[in-house]
């Protein structure tokens, strides 16, 4: 009986050297690579009505629309500023739907609800950090002009994606 015993204690390190590099072999492939969403428009309508004619006292909504979801992202924080060419008081009242989530559970579209009170040109900023879960990740560094002004900045490193939307909107 000791035989087989030594003969298994002399190979299990060799099987456990032989196992390293094969987890290394995977740190360039495809399906462990992080990906980005793919933001496609900063899309602002009225909750009740038609129209891209904003006026004071509309219920507005935001909403980041992604053509392509992110890939092996951990997890996702969600920021909305909105600041207005106005100096009245109270110009607006906003309510994120979200303010971050599990992202590979929920990749759902964040969404901004926003009343205006006052006339002005509105910038509406969305920051979006998205934490990067897999063994690699695809670089992404850039900016790109959206029709309707909407603006869409990429920044990668080796642990997240921080993404920058703006738009600015009249309201009359």
Not at 36 to 49: F, M, Q, R, S
Not at 156 to 166: L, M
Request: net charge positive; charged share 15%.
């Amino acid at each position: 009986m000791k035989q087989p015993l030594k003969t298994f204690s002399t190979a299990l390190p060799l099987v456990c050297i032989l196992a390293l590099p094969s987890c290394s072999d995977h740190a360039d492939d495809a399906k462990y690579r992080s990906n980005p969403p793919h933001i496609a428009n900063l899309e602002v309508v009225k909750l009740h009505g038609t129209g891209t004619n904003f006026t004071v006292g509309d219920t507005l909504v935001a909403t980041i629309v992604q053509d392509r979801y992110g890939r092996l992202i951990n997890s996702a924080t969600y920021n909305w500023n909105i600041s207005v060419s106005s100096t009245a008081a109270n110009p607006f009242s906003h309510r994120p739907n979200k303010t971050g989530c599990l992202y590979d559970e929920d990749a759902s579209n964040p969404v901004d609800t926003i009343i205006v009170n006052t006339r002005g040109v509105y910038t509406i900023n969305f920051a979006g950090k998205y934490r990067i879960s897999g063994s690699n990740y695809e670089p992404a560094n850039y900016t790109e002009n959206l029709s309707g002004g909407v603006n869409v900045t990429y920044v990668s490193g080796a642990t997240s994606y921080n993404i920058n939307v703006s738009r600015n909107i009249t309201v009359r």
